[in-house]
């Protein structure tokens, strides 16, 4: 009875060599598997952002802003918050002045909320674009080991602990196999494998 056992290794180089002491222990070719993480459109696409995504944000923004704005703006017109070379007295406070400072107040404050919209859009895309760079440096490589006896799987996970494998363990338990694929062509994902 055939069991798959596999190794996680931190770097190509470690990889290579556990490798290598496999075949000198005995393994065929032939049962020895190095699988790398498959390249992912994720990263590419998470730093595009969409017209529709960055409209959204700036619509949001701008909504936030101008209501903080015309609000403020009101405030002003009201004479609540005196403005610096405004005395009390010197503009009258009728209904065109308090209305010009709401509408003041709204396009100023619409036009920064937008601009603020839009920045934290797209700081938070490249934010995110960073981190799944990191995770898919992190993945390592995979090498599994087709083993026909116990004493063939104890041999593959001692080879595996002496080169330093990061975990050892059945692939289809501690693995999504189908994000791995092997770096010839021949065999492009162990999924159908399992």
Known sequence: MKNR??????????????????????FADDKINMLVHKP?????????VS??????????????????????GFLVGAGVIPLPYLEPGSAPRDGLFVFMSVAWGLVTGG?????????????RSREKAEVMTRQIDKQG???????????????????????????????SEKWD???????????????NTR
């Open 141 to 171: 490589v995979l090498i599994t080991i087709d083993a026909d006896t116990s004493q063939d799987e104890t041999r593959a996970r001692r080879v595996m602990e002496e080169y330093k494998a990061v975990e050892i363990g059945r692939p």
């Open 40 to 48: 992912r459109n994720k990263t590419a696409r998470s730093t595009e």
């Open 51 to 72: 017209i529709q995504e960055i409209a959204k944000y700036a619509l949001l923004g701008g909504v936030i802003g101008g209501l903080i704005g015309g609000f403020l």
């Open 111 to 123: 036009l920064t909320g937008a601009i603020l919209g839009v920045a934290s859009r797209l700081l």
């Open 177 to 191: 196999l189908d994000a791995w694929m092997s770096p010839n062509e021949k065999m492009p994902s162990m999924a």
């Open 5 to 26: 056992i596999g190794g996680l290794f931190d770097t190509q180089e470690s990889a290579n060599q556990a490798y290598e002491a496999l075949q000198n222990s005995g």
